[in-house]
Nanobody
Framework: QMRLVEYGGGLVQAGGSLRLTCAAF????????MGWYRQAPGKERELVAI???????TYAGPVKGRFTVSRDIARNTAYLQMNSLKPEDTAVYSC?????????????????WGQGTLVTVSS
């Protein structure tokens, strides 16, 4: 089955940049979409960005224009470039992917989450 490994988080000053990487491993037919959610202390998990094709992307309002999501289909890998970071971006960022197992027909039967990587933005 599919598993996700994400990395690239860390400590950065406000206005700085980070790039997150997420790679999918295991046995599966294909991935449809990849992206990130985030959760800050005391807040609910929220969508950050999702990419399905190069021209089919979704961004949360607070990150629009600052974050860019991309993917390398051949390598089963997605990236999140985060620029102009703000203290309110501080959160655990978890990779997300959905797709098809080796046994799936036309039904998207996989939905997988990574363990998360911490992004801390200081003032």
């Amino acid at each position: 089955q599919m598993r996700l490994v994400e990395y690239g988080g860390g400590l950065v000053q406000a206005g700085g940049s980070l790039r997150l990487t997420c790679a999918a491993f295991g046995s599966f037919r294909s991935i449809n979409g990849m992206g990130w959610y985030r959760q800050a202390p005391g807040k609910e998990r929220e969508l950050v960005a999702i990419i399905r094709t190069a021209r089919n992307t979704t961004y949360a309002g607070p990150v629009k224009g600052r974050f860019t999501v991309s993917r390398d289909i051949a390598r089963n890998t997605a990236y999140l470039q985060m620029n102009s970071l703000k203290p309110e971006d501080t959160a655990v960022y978890s990779c997300y992917a959905d797709g098809y197992s080796d046994y799936a027909g036309g039904y998207r039967d996989l939905e997988v989450w990574g363990q998360g990587t911490l992004v801390t933005v200081s003032s």
